[in-house]
């Protein structure tokens, strides 16, 4: 299984690397125009990239070169639905992607992180087309970044998603030999407890377990999702 | 030794569960610590009577939802909350889950496998029987928890007199 | 006419009466509360305010004859049921209010007073409840046998499934195409786990829909037909069943997509 695995990276490595490239380049750039220059069009742009990058997971990663790979099937539907989540978003314009000036130090450095993807494998003594790239964990930890750099308001929707992806990665660290993926985990799992928490800040009305009792809850769920992951790890 | 730790680790996330589900429906917050030991005594005794005594999972689910309704009787007088805002919570861990999928799962299979007739008449076959046991473990669950209500009727139709919660 | 003394009461404070005891009840039942017992707790409050009290329910609408103890004036309404969400604390307190009424005996106005004060109590955070199912489905999970891996795998499909029902729910979508939808995006999320290889996948699986099921109408229902209530226990249990056969439609989209790697 991990022999085949690395061998589909390696296939869609050497035949995409000049549109992940272009892919990545388009990210920055729209991030860049989002963080210096907020504007209307830079925010649709970068829903629609959001949508495009999931499709592309889904349909030329996972359906082209990871068709050899068991349950890729599945693969393409989840990332199909995580589309759907900014789709979604482009409709109802659910989120808002402006600054709320916290976290927004976190979030430039989980914006940069996919970028350490290559770095990493290129440590491990790995050489190219065989290493990590344009990777779905690598795509979920921008679209992370993104969520939490501009976090007045997210898309909670593509963010459960990621963090649903963070709990598949985790179990791929093993399987696959692909250590990259600690990366995804160890970001997401502090933004659930930073999300959720914030949202706690702006309810409306007045509700039954106090907000201390909530965000209590919501702490050690937070270590206890920690903590099953470092016990699947070892 | 290893039993013990078993019996507790099913009580105890029994006991998660119904708190979990139980949050769905807006019970009182009093009512959440007696929901949960409610539904760990419960679950506990099913699995002790499923894996020590043997017992099948129709009459083992009978008899917890009896310590379950039972337990309500003494706790809710002492919540003020009527039984079933106690009972209901702490037998949703309780509902045969995996019966029931199962008994889906063979539906969709035998619909894919209608042309052919053993294995359509297979999947038939275990939908029926997946059937049979998430109806009877379900039907005995609220058998079993309102037994006490029709044996203490007095008792249990006044607990909340004299509530000091509103 | 009767003689008027200090006891009876004219025919505008009967209709009071009424309207009160009616919203009592169709609040009630629209929270789920099982039948006989909010029959009895509006004869209570009849009782305390000197009235006697017949009730006939069905699912969606209640008829209520108020009759003065003693006199000759009554009334008669057909109320409609409020769907409200499922609420135990209402039932806990609407009950409590009405043996307080009987005891204490309070005056209508009194009654109303705190009446209005219990059911604008605060409900539950949705957050809160996101994460407290999420947590209950791993933990149902496990009781199945699930491993570790699988626990996790259905703590966030719950979590995706339980927050699209929040949402869909308060943009007022139809509740059948609320189950099916969470159903299907819960199991969907949940069959990822397939591709991790472990053993216990299908039960994540399994368990990735449970938190829809709808057990306290399931056990509302049969509790209304021990009771005697046959015919609003039935309808109960049929509106459970079709929210059941909506989350197999949900769940079964999933396992049509994916039932190749089930076998």
Known sequence: MKEIVWESIAGYNAATWPWQIALAAVAYFLAAVLFFRPCTWAKIAMKVFMVAVSLW??????M???????????????????????????????????????????????????????????????????MATLLPSSVALFMLGMLMTFNRK??????????????????????????????????????????????MNNLTKECKPSIKAVKALILSVTLALTACMVLVLV | MSLFID?????????????????????????????????????AARFCLMTLCGVDIVSAS????????????????????????????????????????????????FFQEISSPTKGSGYLQEMIFNGAVSFSVLFMLAVGATVPVFLLRERANSMTRGSRFI | MNTMTDADMTGGQVREITDFIAKYLSYMLGAGVHTSRVVRNSKRIGEALGVDVSVHTSQKTATLTVKEKGGTHMDTMVVD????????????????LSWAAHDKAMTLDEIRAKFDSLVSKPGMNPVFVLFMVSLANASFCRLFGGDMLAMLVTFTATMIGFFTRQH??????????????????????????????????????????????????????????TDGHIQIGISRLVNAFMLIVCIAIGMSLTLILVKDSLL
């Open chain 1, 57 to 62: 997971i889904a349909f030329v990663y996972y």
């Open chain 1, 64 to 130: 082209t070169f990871g068709s050899a790979r068991d349950y890729s099937n599945i693969m393409t539907i989840f990332w199909c639905m995580m589309a759907l989540t900014w789709i979604y978003d482009i409709a109802t314009h659910f989120s808002s992607f402006q600054r709320s000036g916290r976290f927004t130090a976190a979030g430039i450095v989980i914006l940069f992180l996919p970028l350490a993807y290559p770095l990493v494998s290129l440590a491990r003594g790995m050489a190219f087309p065989e």
């Open chain 1, 154 to 199: 997210i898309n909670f929707f593509a963010f459960i998603f990621i963090l649903h992806w963070s709990v598949i990665a985790i179990s791929k660290i093993g399987a696959y030999d692909l250590p990259e993926d600690a990366l995804l985990a160890a970001a997401c799992i502090p933004s659930m407890a930073i999300f959720f928490i914030r949202s």
């Open chain 2, 7 to 43: 019996i507790l680790s099913d009580g105890l996330f029994a006991a998660v569960a119904a708190m979990g589900f139980g949050s769905i429906s807006d019970p009182p917050l009093r009512a959440f610590p007696y929901i949960a030991i409610l539904a760990a005594l419960g679950h």
């Open chain 2, 62 to 109: 009978l008899v917890a939802a009896f310590i379950i309704g039972s337990g309500s009787v003494y706790f809710g007088k002492k919540v003020a909350c009527p039984m079933t805002v106690l009972y209901i919570p702490a037998l949703l861990p309780m509902v045969p889950g995996t019966y029931a999928y199962k008994t889906v799962f063979s539906l969709i299979m």
């Open chain 3, 81 to 96: 049921i409020p769907a409200f969400p499922i609420s135990f604390e209402w039932n806990a307190d609407l009950s409590a």
């Open chain 3, 168 to 225: 869909l729910t308060k943009k007022k979508v139809n509740h059948y195409i609320v189950f099916i939808v969470s159903a299907f995006v819960a199991s969907i999320c949940a069959s990822s786990s397939l591709a991790l290889g472990i053993d216990t996948a299908e039960i994540a699986l399994a368990t990735s829909v449970l938190y829809l099921v709808p057990g306290v109408p399931l056990i509302n229902g049969l509790i209304d037909i």
